[in-house]
């Protein structure tokens, strides 16, 4: 069983910046595919960028320029720059290796 705990969140001026971190607690980390997700009031969940075993990453259109994922053996990180009113979400971890496993989750609000 794998544990995501995200950390980092919280409220922030429009064009700020937060980064999130997410600890995990599992064995050959690296052999997962992992990535931060969002989900809006309303809206459904959205991938928001990922980090494939090879170390492809991919970002989502929104967040490309602005949002920088990384990873070592045992975290993942999500570095949020220039932050706007539309990136008002919960954050979610994901990690992937056989089975999908998600962190509870961590709130990103961008307000004046």
């Known amino acids: 069983q794998v544990q995501l705990v995200e950390s980092g969140g919280g409220l922030v001026q429009p064009g700020g910046s937060l980064r999130l971190s997410c600890a995990a607690s599992?064995?050959?980390?690296?052999?997962?595919?992992v990535g931060w997700y969002r989900q809006a009031p309303g809206k459904q969940r959205e991938m928001v960028a990922s980090?494939?075993?090879?170390?492809t990453i991919n970002y989502a259109d929104f967040v490309k320029g602005r949002f920088t994922i990384s990873r070592d053996s045992a975290n993942v990180f999500l570095q949020m720059n220039n932050l706007q009113p539309e990136d008002t979400a919960v954050y979610y971890c994901h990690a992937y290796w056989v089975h999908d496993y998600w962190g509870q989750g961590t709130q990103v609000t961008v307000s004046s």
């Open positions: 980090i494939n075993t090879a170390g």
């Open positions: 599992a064995m050959m980390f690296h052999i997962y595919r």
